[in-house]
């Protein structure tokens, strides 16, 4: 079975930094894209980092200059480095991945969530 364990949330002042990571376990054929969600309370969840296979990336207008996304294809692994964070910046974090298995095609899968605090 495929799935997503995060890790690396947690409270944190105002202008301080986070790691979260991201590991896929499970025997997939390819994995596409990866990317970083958060849902705030009241809101919808939104996009805040994704890098595709090639390591293209692209962000939330709100994160850039200050979250750094990254993959590591050797482990099925990405990373959220954040930096410079806001009290805006607190939600649950989730990872998403789009994987396949031979012979069939693209799905996706999330993580459970990681939930990051920022206090002012």
């Known amino acids: 079975q495929v799935q997503l364990v995060e890790s690396g949330g947690g409270l944190v002042q105002a202008g301080g930094s986070l790691r979260l990571s991201c590991a896929l376990s499970g025997r997939v054929f390819d994995v596409n894209a990866m990317g970083w969600y958060r849902q705030a309370p009241g809101k919808q969840r939104e996009l805040v980092a994704r890098v595709a296979s090639d390591d293209s990336t692209n962000y939330a207008d709100s994160v850039k200059g200050r979250f750094t996304i990254s993959r590591d294809n050797t482990k099925n692994t990405v990373y959220l480095q954040m930096n410079s964070l806001k009290p805006e910046d607190s939600a649950v974090y989730y990872c998403?991945?789009?994987?396949?298995?031979?012979?069939?095609?693209?799905?996706?899968?999330w993580g459970q969530g990681t939930l990051v605090t920022v206090s002012s």
């Open positions: 998403n991945a789009v994987y396949r298995l031979i012979f069939s095609g693209y799905q996706e899968v």
